[in-house]
């Protein structure tokens, strides 16, 4: 009979780690309590984390949940703000008015109809933009808003949201979470040696402060190193620079002016010369930074375009340099060892997607453990097919961004839009787009898609994309599409009277907290 896979040895902390930890303990917590089941965390006192992602996605609201945690702790201990979405400025035309929002509402009615060939035909007020047309969550990230009030209930919304977050802090918040509240056990050592066995399994890590750690299951959250299924294992990394160019990141911190400075509650995204600045709003501090390709730029001029960002005023800050290898392994997992977070992975920033494919692939692995390590390998293929599928897709998603610009002042803007360097399946989508839309049942079939149809609307339609629409295929919906745009501006104009400014929310937590669930 097949040994039963009762030990998981995660091997990394950070968020990776950490999150990884939480998910999978938090769902078998009845076994690690009757010590049936074991997550066991190694994590080096020498390495520190990378520490830069402050974004994520609602899923991260659930998740937390799941596990136990408490929202007011979470935004008191991690220096957390909403993020109601994301404003992209500059990256159609490069002019001053140049912007569109992702926000993280649905369209509204979106599974009922199809809003956009309304819009296309005129069914919105002129220049009314997409967004502001389908969803009221760009008005609220315009003027300030946040994304609930104090009397709403943890982990409850008005208006959808996700978090910005201190990644440093968030994973120690963590850490202590999942040793004191989920059982889990953390050892602090440097890995020196990897175990297999004869069949090429892992058997355990050797460290110099803890010895020999053995497992049934093992995950990499060794960031970019990826010491087990890199190093040891031998997976292979494939590179998609050839699609999305940016391959290194300038990072700096920016305090307030004053205590009353408005906190942004979305990512700002400014397109610049060869690449695109981050912003992001915390209750004590601002992370920006610049995200480039150095085939475009070089270190010296990157680094003058995002002081020329951030002002004169902050020109003593120092700026940090993170090196982006963009792509992901082969294979996700092999044998009995399977990577989470920059080891399985990294691609640029842009959306948020590193947090939430930690979290997604936790919750696989999490709900799919398998019970011995003869059905490992079903498992296993399982999770390989739905992660390339994933990871293929924000790849896809990401290039969207570019390829839909008309900018041409330079040769990254330019070099973007060549055909050769967008994904087959992703031309094919824009040429079918040409003459329908994308929608609720159209390509995106699979469960818990990263990015659903709607994101891909929001994109293309504050972009400029241009859809060919038939009046006559418009007369059907068109009572419907006008019902829906009314419920959206009254929807607006009810949250715009109720929501309080995102600081004064934040200062709110922090005082009184919120309602428990």
Known sequence: MSAAVRDVVIVGGGTAGWLAAGIIAARHKGRIA?????????ESPNVPIIGVGEGTWPTLRSTLEKMGVSETEFFRRCDAAFKQGAKFAKWTTGAADDAYYHPLMMPQGFTQLNLVPHWLAG???????????????????????????????????????????????????????????????????????????????????HTEQAGRIAGDLFVDCTGFKALLLGETLGVPFRDCSDVLFCDTALAVQLPYDTPDDPIASHTISTAQKSGWIWDIGLPTRRGVGYVYSSR?????????????????????????????????RETFWQRNCVAVGLAAGFLEPLEASAIVLIELSAKLIAEQMPATR??????????????????????????????????????????????????PRLRDLLTLWRHQSPWFFDEFDRLEEVFPAASYQYVLYGMGFRTEVDPLDMADGARIAARMVRENQAATRSMRQQLPRNRDLLRKIHTHGMQAV
Not at 407 to 415: E, L, P, V, Y
Request: charged share 25%.
């Open 296 to 328: 475009h730029s070089d270190p010296d001029s990157a680094e003058a375009e995002l002081r020329a960002y951030i002002g004169p005023k902050h020109q003593d800050l120092a700026i940090r340099r993170i090196p982006i290898r963009s792509g992901h």
């Open 34 to 42: 009757a010590g049936r089941f074991s997550v066991t965390l190694v």
């Open 123 to 205: 069914a919105a007020a002129p220049g009314s933009s997409f967004c502001d047309t389908v969803c009221p969550q760009g008005v609220l990230c315009d003027e300030g808003l946040a994304p609930k009030t104090i009397a709403t209930r943890e982990y409850d919304a008005v208006a959808n949201y996700a978090y910005h977050l201190d990644a440093g802090k968030f994973a120690t918040f963590l850490r202590e979470h999942c040793t004191e509240v989920l059982g889990v056990r953390h050892i602090l050592a440097d890995v020196r040696s990897v175990e297999q066995r004869e069949d090429g399994d892992i058997a355990a890590v």
């Open 374 to 423: 003869g059905v490992m390998d079903i498992v296993s293929r399982r999770f390989n097919e739905v992660t390339r599928y994933r990871w293929g897709r924000i790849i896809d998603f990401l290039k969207l961004h570019y390829v839909l610009t008309k900018r041409t002042d330079t040769a990254f803007w330019r070099d973007n839009v060549d055909p050769d360097t967008i994904p």
